[in-house]
């Protein structure tokens, strides 16, 4: 895994690849091997694979080794499923970035970009309550801050 990540460091992603590949063969079940498969899946999505990025970070998103990595793995999933016209799975898997995400950052970003989604259904109750929930936090940061705000103004009434 570490020769794969120091290729991927220096831009070789064909050698990145064959390194993450081999990892997933070799050691299947493993901590390493999930943790290449998120890093193969991430490659993926940012090449525009994005059926091959599913199939890695869905499975990583089961597995969740490491928990830093579950809330990228369930946006890049949820932007999957919204470019694919799965509203529905979107919020699906960023409720699951929710649940498994451990940092509260992190947590209520997701949350932010959920209330995106369910603005953009029409659901102006629930995008105001996720906001107003996330605005009543005492350690809101001012990017939460200024999201949520900008949540509220989109929303009539």
């Known amino acids: 895994l570490g020769q794969a990540m120091v290729a991927l460091d220096r831009g070789d992603l064909e050698n990145t690849q064959f390194q993450l590949e081999t990892v997933i063969s070799e050691f299947s079940g493993s901590e390493s091997a999930e943790i290449a498969g998120y890093h193969l899946g991430k490659m993926k999505y940012e090449s525009g694979d994005k059926n091959g990025a599913e199939i890695y970070l869905s499975q990583f998103l089961r597995d969740q080794p490491v928990d830093v990595m579950v809330s990228s793995a369930a946006l890049m999933l949820a932007d999957i499923s919204l470019k694919g016209g799965n509203t529905q799975e979107a919020i699906s898997f ?3 970035g929710i649940k498994k995400s451990t940092d509260s950052h992190t947590r209520r970003i997701i949350k932010l970009e959920k209330a995106k989604l369910i603005l953009s ?8 309550t996720i906001t107003d929930g996330i605005l009543s936090n005492k350690d809101v940061t001012i990017i939460e801050k200024q999201v949520a705000e900008e949540l509220l103004g989109r929303i009539p009434g």
């Open 121 to 128: 259904q029409g659901d102006f109750e629930r995008a105001r």
């Open 94 to 96: 960023l409720d699951i």
